[in-house]
């Protein structure tokens, strides 16, 4: 028995209304209207310093929004006490490395904290549902070594299963394959794939395009702060607006199931600049640091 | 930074069983050994008078004063001290997420100190007895004070800003304290007070010291054990601990105020007693792992045979003279932590 499939999961909408976030005079993110599509797994894209990780960490309520509001169910996320949210909305920020010594079974733990009583702590139907959890991802083997020895691929899983132990609806990964290597990768994938079966909602940043056309449900591809395009893999990577935004000659190789690019640095006279390039949303200063 | 060292992890009740053992023993021993030697039954005789109800058979008045007022608020002292230090230093290696920050890494445990050197110079301590330890106190969370006021802008304080405030705080209370000592050399008994103080120790102390440190200690544990869980989850970055539903904001400022307030009244009653802070939390998480649940009443218990035990042999190494307590445990505490560092040099690993 999965984590999931004890109750049927229905995963709440949520949704980004005119999100917009300003830092030091900058705004990393500007008037984007975005919705998370209920039990959908959307791949967000784009350059660096587009604005990705900040969408997630506005989306999980980590940072406040300098204007507009995070919907969830339709109720505003600020509102919420935080330990609710977390139940609600999980999120993995980029490359987390752990520095102490915790075991898996009891990084994996620090996921009921929204569950616990500040007095009792963990109870043992905490216990139960951790164990779920670690099967679930695949991680029970692991659940006594320390989370510092783990290898990517494993350290990947025992995060998703800390995503799972806090019984979230949506959950938020910022980059989890980027230090895979290609079995891992779509093995995290894979695994990404069923949780959405089971219900949830799961939203990846990614930079690898093939796999978002391939897993995701929806892409959202982010460009200068601003939401360039949102829908259906098929409908939104087409060559020219990878081109666009990513600067990168993109040509559809025939016979594959899913849109399937090949990739090629752009002729001297397209580089942007020269070419119609839909440029960043209007009200941008100026490009993000690139921090994803 | 981290020091990931491969050390097996021993069992939390076999641990703290073990700490309580020693605890017990040190304290017996510090009861029955000193300058005037006892009979370990007479030692006894005191105790069950003192402490169990009923009829007890008669006691040397001698021995009773030595016992019951000169060894036994001694050791209690020891023990609360090394125990409010060694969880104040569990806390900030939490908080700052760096196994070498020590109790009073926010300037805490020099304000205190300035506090009662000015009591002390200022002839303050003579006229009321209560001056010096209050003062202190006051010290430290004056300094708690000034160091979040610097570090917080919007209602945010980020732990390296109010690391550097605490830094900096340090040094120039540092020379406070220089120009406050140098200031009182003429005056022969007060430079000697100070002197003796900025050793730390238990010497001398009683019953009184013992009530003056005991409000700080329960304050400074409940609202300790409160946010333990809390800490376990900024070790993993305050990014990580908000998404998962943790107030950091609030729980910087518990564990700020309580290590500040358990670091101020252990100061106030026994002057600066170093290491305790650093190594025995560090140690106690080799040992059991980073679970604040588990590592604070470990450390704890450890900060209270380890100053009990120190102080022992502060009294016995030179009998009849007295080393200082704070030169004891720096002895033991610094070569070991360098052992430790030299010993898994290989396995340390530099990170975040």
């Known amino acids: 028995m999965t984590a999931a499939s004890g109750s049927a999961l229905r995963a709440p909408r949520l949704e980004l209304v005119g999100g917009g976030v300003e830092r030091r005079g900058r705004w990393l993110l500007r008037r984007v209207d975005l919705v998370i599509e209920p039990s959908m797994l959307t791949s967000v894209v784009g350059p660096n310093g587009a604005g990705k990780s900040t969408l997630l960490r506005l989306l999980s309520g980590t940072w406040r929004l300098t204007e507009g509001q995070v919907l969830l169910g339709g109720f505003d996320l600020a509102a919420l006490p935080r330990r609710q949210a977390a139940r609600r909305v999980a999120y993995v920020p980029q490359s987390v490395r752990p520095a102490f010594e915790f075991t898996v079974r009891e990084f994996v733990t620090l996921g009921r904290y929204p569950h616990e009583s500040r007095l009792f702590g963990t109870r043992s139907a905490d216990r139960g549902w951790i164990d779920r959890c670690l099967d679930d991802t695949d991680v029970l083997a692991l659940a006594d070594r320390r989370v510092t020895t783990l290898s990517g691929g494993e350290l990947q899983r025992v995060l998703m299963a800390r995503c799972l132990a806090t019984e979230a609806e949506v959950l938020l990964l910022d980059e989890p394959t980027s230090n895979l290597d290609l079995a891992h990768g779509l093995d995290l994938l894979g695994l990404a794939r069923r949780l959405v079966d089971e219900g949830r909602s799961v939203v990846l940043v990614l930079h690898d395009l093939n796999a978002a056309a391939r897993f995701a449900d929806r892409v959202a591809v982010l460009d200068g702060g601003g939401l360039v395009a949102e829908g259906p893999p098929s409908e939104v990577l087409a060559p020219e607006l990878v081109r666009h935004v990513f600067r990168v000659e993109a040509v559809a190789l025939p016979g594959a199931a899913s849109t399937v690019f090949d990739f090629e640095p752009l002729a001297r006279s397209d580089l942007p600049g020269s070419a119609g390039r839909t440029g960043p949303a209007p009200g941008m200063r100026r490009r993000a640091p690139a921090s994803g | ?352």
């Not at chain 2, 990580?240 to 009244?265: P, Q, Y």
């Open chain 2, 1 to 352: 930074m981290t020091i990931a060292l491969g050390v097996r992890r021993v069992g939390f009740w076999w641990y703290m069983t073990a700490g309580a053992a020693l605890l017990v023993t040190f304290a017996a021993v510090g009861l029955y050994r000193g300058s005037v030697p006892l009979d370990p039954a007479d030692v006894m005789a005191v105790l069950a008078r003192r402490l169990l109800p009923g009829e007890h058979g008669p006691v040397d008045p001698r021995v009773d004063t030595i016992v019951w007022s000169l060894r036994a608020p001694r050791v209690v002292l020891a023990a609360m001290v090394g125990g409010c230090l060694a969880l104040a230093g569990a806390q900030m290696q939490g908080l700052f997420r760096n196994p070498l920050a020590s109790p009073g890494i926010v300037g805490t445990s020099t304000g205190a100190a300035v506090g009662a050197v000015f009591a002390l110079t200022f002839g303050l301590a003579g006229a009321f007895l209560l001056a010096a330890p209050l003062l202190a106190v006051g010290g430290a969370l004056l300094s708690l004070l000034i160091v979040t006021r610097i570090a917080t802008r919007d209602g945010y304080t980020p732990v390296t800003t109010l690391l550097l405030a605490g830094v900096a705080l340090n040094a120039l209370l540092g020379a406070v304290n220089s120009w406050l000592i140098a200031r009182s050399w003429e005056q022969y008994e007060a430079a000697r007070q100070i002197a003796y103080w900025m050793m730390g120790g238990v010497t001398d102390r009683d019953w009184r010291h013992v009530g003056m440190l005991l409000p700080g200690l329960v304050v400074g544990c409940v609202v300790a054990a409160w946010f333990a869980r809390d800490l376990d989850l900024l070790l993993e970055g305050e990014e990580v601990a908000a998404s998962l539903g943790v107030d950091i904001e609030r729980t910087k400022r518990a564990v700020l105020w309580s290590a500040a307030i358990l670091t101020g009244s252990a100061v106030a009653v026994s002057g600066v007693v170093g290491f305790v802070g650093l190594v025995v939390p560090h140690l106690v998480r080799l040992l059991l792992g980073p679970v604040h649940r588990r590592l604070l009443p470990a450390a704890f218990l450890t900060g209270a045979w380890f100053v009990v035990g120190a102080d022992l042999l502060a009294r016995t190494l030179a009998a009849p003279r007295e080393v200082h307590l704070g030169v004891v445990t720096a002895f033991v505490g610094a070569p070991f932590f360098l052992y430790l560092l030299m010993r898994h040099e290989k396995e340390v690993a530099v990170s975040r």
